[in-house]
């Protein structure tokens, strides 16, 4: 499975915005692009040894260049993974760019994320990838399957128990999404509808992301 390994405060840093990548350091004033942090350890600039110097607006293929990488880092996905999903959301009827966010949101690591088990979507990829998510009472390993409107997502017995899961939802305190419907103790979730752009709360422009792919 390929995915990025390398250390994520700087894909902050380079988007110049939290993109809420490693659980609860992004609402700690660790952060390095918080506002809060105004001493001289801030860097709310991009990494690198010219980082101060790409802060400037660049041209229109850049925008539209970072919105597209922005929105791959949110939900974990490599170019060719990113891109398949857009070529699949441009065959489909409707609008592109929300067809684009409802595919990405629909994938399991990220719904175990906006159910508040997990802090981060990479420690949700984790919680998958080791076989402690259950699909319909069926265990599922693969962070990119796409849930169906009826699915019930609900974490394995194991898992139930675990420390882990149980401090996330007690600090992370996430708010659900309405795409998905809330079960017992917040452990029970089933997919009540396709997510709309209206219930995407991330800060994403993605006609840029269309324009740059459209070219």
Known sequence: MARYTGPVCRLCRRERTK??????????LKCPVSEAVTDRHSRAYPPGQHGRDRMRTGSEYQM???????ARRIYGVLEKQFRSYYREANRRQGITGELLLAMLEKRLDNVVFRTGWAASRAQA???VRHGHVLVNGRRVTIPSFRVATGNKVTPSGRAKEMILLRRNLDVMDRQVPLWLEQGDARLEFTVASEPERAQIDEDIQEQLIVELYSK
């Open 19 to 28: 993109l809420f990548l490693k659980g609860e350091r992004c609402i700690s």
């Open 64 to 70: 539209q260049l970072r919105e597209k990488q922005k």
């Open 125 to 127: 990829r984790q919680l």
